[in-house]
């Protein structure tokens, strides 16, 4: 079956330090994975996507994910994390049964710690 | 910027009420989606429809049904309000092909109490 998996339901980091937020998938064919970012009482933000060439993809708020076909895997990453960053992340890939659909992960709390 | 917005932030029900959740888009997106987001359990599909008066069920779509008559909108209806209903509603669009597809561009979310 199709999945989206985001193995830690919270990560803590402590600002000024680097943060990895964890993805790996399971689909058929060349996946397309996205990283979305959702404030408090707010909608969900596009943060970053890969689609095809160079496995490390930048985004928004100077996130970066680098892509792994052996490993399944999309991981959100950040050189330095900021207090601001503390969200909920999630990740999500183009279903390949669809046009339209995308699956996603249960999501990830991100607490930045001052 | 494509903007989506839906009609309520916050909205409480009661129980075997009717209720209209609404979300309009101005990017002219071929596909809507509604949501529900619950704690731990991400985002379920309720419904999405690609074109107007098109529209096919997601995960979870007991309960609820959907009207698209005009491009722009697309709507959520609760039938009859159950406490089990009570969650944040996201509805989302995007395009077919283009410079962004697939690429969900989301409304602020309409967080529903039914008591």
């Known amino acids: 079956a199709q999945s989206v998996a985001q193995p830690e339901d919270q990560v803590k980091v402590a600002e000024g330090n680097p943060l990895t937020v964890k993805c790996t998938y399971s689909v058929s064919g060349n996946p397309y994975l996205f990283w979305y970012v959702q404030y408090p009482n707010r909608g969900l933000q596009f943060l970053l996507k890969?689609?095809?060439?160079d496995n490390l993809v930048k985004g928004s708020y100077g996130f970066e994910a680098e892509f792994n076909k052996s490993q399944t895997s999309f991981h959100l990453k950040k050189p330095s994390a900021l207090v601001s960053d503390s969200a909920l992340y999630f990740c999500a890939v183009r279903s390949p049964d669809s046009n339209y659909q995308l699956i996603w992960g249960a999501g990830t709390k991100l607490i930045i710690k001052p | 910027d494509v903007k989506v917005t839906q009609s309520s932030r916050y909205l409480v029900k009661r129980t075997g009420e009717k209720v209209f959740l609404e979300c309009v888009q101005d990017m002219d997106h071929e596909n809507m989606f509604w949501y529900r987001q619950d704690p731990g359990l991400g985002l379920r599909l309720i419904y999405f429809s690609y074109d107007v008066k098109m529209k096919e069920k997601g995960d979870i779509p007991e309960g609820y049904s959907v009207s698209r008559e005009k491009k722009e909108r697309f709507s959520l209806i609760l039938e009859s309000a159950s406490t089990n209903q009570t969650s944040m509603y996201l509805c989302?669009?995007?395009?077919?092909?283009?410079?962004?597809?697939?690429?969900?561009?989301f409304g602020p979310g309409t967080r529903l109490t039914v008591t």
């Open positions: 890969y689609i095809t060439g």
């Open positions: 989302a669009s995007s395009e077919i092909g283009g410079k962004t597809p697939y690429e969900q561009y």
